[in-house]
């Protein structure tokens, strides 16, 4: 079983900068691809940023290039992202997920997640 812990998240004011982390535990880390996904107050969850477990290939949502970025660690099995340039508009929580062998992100092929962590952005 694996288990997702993210850290990071909080309150930072309209364009200002958050780095989230998600520690694995418990799996083979290198074998899974590592997603974010976000859920805004009365909103669907929906996909935020994705690195493939095999070629390390990102892949993000069009609100969110360019002012986001996905990064692994598999010598530390941890996946992170860091925000900048964030908006009101970027305020939900996060989660982090986790899908083995997987190069796809949906919502219903992910095999792990996280308890979620809040982000505020105050404008």
């Known amino acids: 079983q694996v288990q997702l812990v993210e850290s990071g998240g909080g309150l930072v004011q309209a364009g200002g900068s958050l780095r989230l982390s998600c520690a694995a535990s418990?799996?083979?880390?290198?074998?899974?691809?590592m997603g974010w996904f976000r859920q805004a107050p009365g909103k669907e969850r929906e996909f935020v940023a994705g690195?493939?477990?095999?070629?390390?290939?990102?892949d993000y949502t069009d609100s969110v290039k360019g002012r986001f970025a996905i990064s692994r660690d598999n010598a530390k099995n941890t996946v992170s992202l860091q925000m900048n340039n964030l908006t009101p508009e970027d305020t939900a929580v996060y989660y982090c997920?986790?899908?083995?062998?997987?190069?796809?992100?949906?919502?219903?092929?992910?095999?792990?997640w996280g308890k979620g962590i809040l982000v505020t952005v105050s404008s």
């Open positions: 997920t986790g899908r083995k062998y997987g190069s796809v992100f949906e919502e219903n092929g992910m095999d792990y």
């Open positions: 418990g799996g083979t880390f290198s074998t899974y691809s």
């Open positions: 690195v493939r477990w095999r070629t390390g290939i990102t």
